[in-house]
T-cell receptor, first 115, second 115 residues
């Protein structure tokens, strides 16, 4: 049962362009939506995250757009750079305290930014 | 430096052999996790532990075993019962409190291949 669906599987963008990666979730109990960035041969690292009480969050060139009614969220990378070439994972979880993480990951998007 | 150390970086398994992947953290995190990463399938949870001497099965625990004898260490054994062990294995850790359990810190992974 795939609770978080991610698309596209791969993406090629020219330097300076906008990269857009989309995710859709099913479980309405989810209330935390992070994006992780993974470079080849490395573990993923948290890039940016959003909660459903806001529709957008921006950190530098990275923006999450969130649509609660559609149960969708997306990552936008503005002015994409070759150094952004990596695999991006969306994820979702519900808040709990005193417990381990409940993150469910999407299948990943391999982004290549060309010169 | 604070972080998660996985070893070895590359590991080869012969048929019928058990192999153990090491994971050590110095972040003082209570929770530790093992994920398996296959191309196009994202990150799938194998096992997790919230406290020493206790651990829980994730989504794909069959053919794997773990132990948590120390807070800092969470080794994963890939047993001969795991018929398709070739994958990239990631260890992660987090806190247990509200918000701290949402951010996972990952190691650099171990690539396991079958000879």
């Amino acid at each position: 049962q795939q609770q978080v669906k991610q698309s596209p599987q791969s993406l090629i963008v020219q330097k300076g362009g906008i990269s857009i990666i989309n995710c859709a979730y099913e479980n309405t109990a989810f209330d935390y939506f992070p994006w992780y960035q993974q470079f080849p041969g490395k573990g993923p690292a948290l890039l940016i995250a959003i909660r459903p009480d806001v529709s957008e969050k921006k950190e530098g060139r990275f923006t999450i757009s969130f649509n609660k009614s559609a149960k969708q969220f997306s990552l936008h990378i503005m002015d994409s750079q070759p150094g952004d070439s990596a695999t991006y994972f969306c994820a979702a979880s519900w808040r709990g305290t005193g417990t381990a993480s409940k993150l469910t990951f999407g299948t990943g998007t391999r982004l290549q930014v060309t010169l | 430096d604070g972080g998660i150390t996985q070893s070895p970086k590359y590991l080869f398994r012969k048929e019928g052999q058990n192999v153990t992947l090491s994971c050590e953290q110095n972040l003082n995190h209570d929770a530790m996790y093992w994920y398996r990463q296959d191309p196009g399938q994202g990150l799938r949870l194998i096992y997790y532990s919230q406290i020493v001497n206790d651990f829980q099965k994730g989504d794909i625990a069959e053919g794997y075993s773990v132990s948590r004898e120390k807070k800092e260490s969470f080794p994963l054994t890939v047993t001969s019962a795991q018929k398709n062990p070739t994958a990239f294995y990631l260890c992660a850790s987090s806190g247990l409190g509200a918000a701290t359990n949402e951010k996972l810190f990952f190691g650099s992974g171990t690539q396991l291949s079958v000879l």
